[in-house]
């Protein structure tokens, strides 16, 4: 296990702990299934209403999904000649460019940039690729101070939490929690009004953006032809982080670089549907090259970090089709099973159907076995994948390559076996379906329902309906002819 | 009748088998009653899936490939499951791309199976049916059969034909049950929870019945609702339509 993925599950607390629970996975979901507040917070999230109205706009959207996905695919197919482009020309920009292969990597040369800039405080906008490293907690150990500048982002940490939704980090959290939090950490009296918290956040953070020194984004984009950094946000932080404080550093994975910005503009009409409903977002930054001369704006020194951490192998393998994602939540927003334990229970920075892919990509097959199996196939994401990600075929990979690495439980593996056996075999096959459908039968009783099955898989929420008592087959066998 | 007979091969599926044998006469008697000539391979067992999705591909390729040597020769393939013809439709041709001297059967069967109802309405034209249901009946639209067959208007189609039935759409339809094979015991909480979002949804209609067209769907539908104490019937969209609900 990767000394990442050690960090990620042991749930053990302490600097560079990403996650706030370890254990299993279906403990950790058990757990959200049985917070109120977490459930409550689930059922009022709706963004998956939100994209269905502005997709129904947009009559060509089939052919804009074949579009964005040929051009994430070109992307991908020559990512190296394309990174290389985007380092031209963001270096001839004045760009500095930082490549890391690992998580480790990434910490160790924005440690370093901010040890060279003499910064004292970092603030950051959202950036998924961060969580992957534990940054903040890594900027911390350097005695930096850091502060999350995206509402969704600032109340987790002050929660000391993890985000559970790649653009709505607290998604799992209520107004009544934000009221609390800001109360516990502000010193202000409690209030609930979602206006009167927002304008207390913004209070607070504006602070921030004058007296921060770094600023951290992430990058939704990279456009190899112009060597420009794309931010989507809406609450204009990011544009802030990006051009108040000396030095902006953007970090993001190497699979985001997109060749030109006309392709950047086709693949936004459905990010931003995707993601939130929106039409375009509030704000979409191209942040290229730092402060020139005669410009009004920006910061002195601006680097871009380009992660690796697991990419390139995904690149080299059958999960390629993974790395075209933008990013837009939209697999999860549709997902019953996400919908339902929420985020945290996936226990890494991705969750829901693309976490459940990208996870056992990036930290390793045997440290997510449940992942890829945690998902009932039902393909409401793979419908909306607005770069059209197979993602239950991906997943169904995931649990060939588990059963061909054996890291499935024995009980299972022997269940199929035995039972493909018998499959295979007509003659005997019938004789086994006889019997169980007349046992079955019998277990029933008047109620017609099982109540208890070994295991308890099936049976602990739900009762089985007993069969009929007699096999198809049987039957015509000896239908009236 | 000026038309020869279609001739139907009947895929029963593992479950309608095992589990209600009722749901395979329902639908020899659709299949009847719309002028077919149905055979019934004998040595059928199933398609595979349960393996395929469990990723055990070896399994799944030695299932997929009996149930085409075994219905290779039919007409038409009929599968009262949007999951079964969904798995043999638009999974058989990747599973079994490494058996390229079995392709011209593979092609051939699986460019002829189609779901129950949407052959009934799309090739055999099937305008009247038998059943009666006095009652109100909400469809639940299984996953596979919605997203990999297509099937949505078809069993609604043919439903408006059964006397004295009302439908009553549920808010929201294409919502997955939970089931999802083996998920259904491996994470068992988490699919009984699903379940009854949709229960919910199925009772917020005040249905007499939830109407569907699938095995899995209909166990974890209806052992969920027997759970819950509830009274709402679950049955197979064959039943209601052949008019053999009860045994």
């Given at each position: 296990m990767t000394e990442a993925a050690q960090e990620a599950f042991s749930g053990t607390g302490g600097p560079g702990t990403a996650r706030p629970q370890g254990g299993t996975f279906s403990g950790r979901a058990h757990d959200k299934l049985h917070d109120a507040k977490v459930q409550r917070a689930m059922r009022n999230f709706n963004l998956a209403a939100a994209r269905s109205r502005a997709m129904a706009e947009l009559p060509e959207l089939e052919d804009i999904r074949t579009a964005a996905a040929a051009i994430r695919d070109t992307a991908l197919a020559d990512l190296d000649v394309w990174l290389e482009r985007f380092e031209t020309e963001a270096t001839r920009r004045g760009v500095k460019v930082h490549w890391a292969e690992t998580h480790a990597d990434v910490n160790r040369i924005v440690a370093a940039i901010a040890r060279e800039a003499g910064v004292r405080k970092v603030i950051k906008s959202k950036s998924m690729v961060s969580e992957e490293s534990h940054l903040n907690a890594a900027l911390e150990a350097e005695g930096l101070e850091v502060v999350e500048t995206d509402l969704g982002e600032y109340i987790i940490q002050l929660a000391g939490e993890t985000p559970s939704h790649i653009i709505a980090p607290a998604i799992h959290k209520t107004r009544e929690d934000v009221a609390d939090l800001f109360h516990q950490h502000h010193g202000t009296p409690r209030k609930t009004g979602i206006p009167e918290l927002t304008m207390e956040a913004r209070a607070v953070l504006r602070g921030h953006f004058l007296s921060g020194d770094?600023?951290?984004?992430?990058?939704?984009?990279?456009?190899?032809?112009?060597?420009?950094?794309?931010?989507?946000?809406?609450?204009?932080?990011?544009?802030?982080?990006?051009?108040?404080?000396?030095?902006?550093?953007?970090?993001?994975?190497?699979?985001?670089?997109?060749?030109?910005?006309?392709?950047?503009?086709?693949?936004?009409r459905v990010l931003t549907r995707s993601a939130t409903g929106q039409s375009?977002?509030?704000?979409?930054?191209?942040?290229?090259?730092?402060?020139?001369?005669?410009?009004?704006?920006?910061?002195?020194?601006?680097?871009?970090?380009?992660?690796?951490?697991?990419?390139?192998?995904?690149?080299?393998?059958?999960?390629?089709?993974?790395?075209?994602?933008?990013?837009?939540?939209?697999?999860?927003?549709?997902?019953?099973?996400?919908?339902?334990?929420?985020?945290?229970?996936?226990?890494?920075?991705?969750?829901?159907?693309?976490?459940?892919?990208?996870?056992?990509?990036?930290?390793?097959?045997?440290?997510?076995?449940?992942?890829?199996?945690?998902?009932?196939?039902?393909?409401?994401?793979?419908?909306?994948?607005?770069?059209?990600?197979?993602?239950?075929?991906?997943?169904?990979?995931?649990?060939?390559?588990?059963?061909?690495?054996?890291?499935?439980?024995?009980?299972?593996?022997?269940?199929?076996?035995?039972?493909?056996?018998?499959?295979?075999?007509?003659?005997?096959?019938?004789?086994?379906?006889?019997?169980?459908?007349?046992?079955?039968?019998?277990l029933g009783g008047k109620r017609r329902a099982i109540g208890r099955l070994p295991g308890g898989g099936w049976t602990g929420e739900r009762d089985f309906p007993a069969p009929q008592g007699r096999t198809f087959r049987e039957l015509y066998a000896r239908r009236p002819r | 009748m000026a038309h020869p007979p279609l001739r139907v091969g009947l895929f029963v599926t593992c479950l309608v088998d095992l589990m209600r044998p009722r749901i395979g006469f329902a639908a020899l008697k659709l299949l009847k009653g719309a002028g077919c000539e149905v055979v019934v391979p004998e040595g059928q067992t199933c398609c595979g899936q349960p393996a395929y999705n469990s990723g055990d591909r070896r399994a799944a390729q030695a299932l997929a490939r009996k149930m085409v040597r075994e219905f290779e020769s039919c007409e038409h393939v009929v599968v009262p499951s949007g999951s079964c013809s969904g798995m043999i439709r638009a999974h058989y041709p990747e599973l079994l791309a490494e058996f390229p001297e079995e392709r011209a059967a593979l092609d051939r069967v699986v460019a002829r199976t189609r779901e129950l109802t949407d052959f009934l309405v799309n090739v055999a034209g099937l305008t009247t049916v038998p059943g009666q249901f006095a009652g109100t009946v909400t469809y639940h639209d299984s996953c596979s059969g919605l997203r990999e067959m297509g099937v949505k208007s078809q069993p609604r189609a043919l439903l408006a034909g059964v006397r004295g039935l009302t439908l009553k759409e549920m808010a929201t339809p294409e919502y997955c049950c939970g089931f999802g094979g083996t998920f259904a015991v491996k994470y068992g909480e988490i699919s009984a929870r699903i379940a009854d979002r949709k229960c919910d949804d199925v009772a917020a209609t005040q249905a007499d019945a939830v109407v569907l067209g699938d095995l899995g769907c209909m166990l974890n539908i209806e052992g969920r609702i027997l759970r819950r104490g509830e009274s709402t019937r679950v049955y197979h969209v064959a039943e209601v339509l052949a008019g053999v609900e009860d045994d």
């Open positions: 770094m600023g951290i984004s992430g990058g939704n984009f990279l456009v190899a032809e112009t060597g420009s950094v794309v931010l989507v946000t809406n609450e204009g932080n990011g544009r802030m982080v990006s051009t108040m404080p000396r030095v902006h550093v953007a970090i993001t994975g190497i699979e985001k670089v997109i060749p030109t910005l006309e392709d950047v503009a086709c693949v936004l375009i977002s509030n704000y979409v930054t191209l942040a290229t090259g730092p402060k020139g001369a005669g410009d009004a704006d920006g910061p002195e020194e601006m680097h871009v970090v380009l992660v690796d951490a697991g990419r390139s192998t995904v690149l080299g393998s059958d999960m390629r089709e993974a790395l075209r994602c933008i990013r837009c939540g939209a697999c999860m927003n549709h997902c019953p099973v996400y919908q339902n334990i929420g985020g945290h229970a996936y226990g890494w920075v991705y969750p829901g159907p693309i976490g459940s892919v990208l996870t056992p990509s990036y930290i390793g097959l045997e440290n997510a076995v449940d992942l890829p199996n945690a998902a009932t196939l039902c393909n409401q994401c793979g419908v909306v994948c607005p770069v059209r990600i197979p993602l239950p075929d991906l997943m169904r990979k995931l649990r060939e390559k588990q059963v061909e690495a054996g890291l499935r439980p024995r009980w299972e593996r022997a269940g199929l076996r035995v039972w493909s056996w018998f499959a295979q075999r007509p003659a005997l096959y019938a004789l086994a379906t006889r019997l169980a459908a007349r046992v079955g039968r019998l | -």
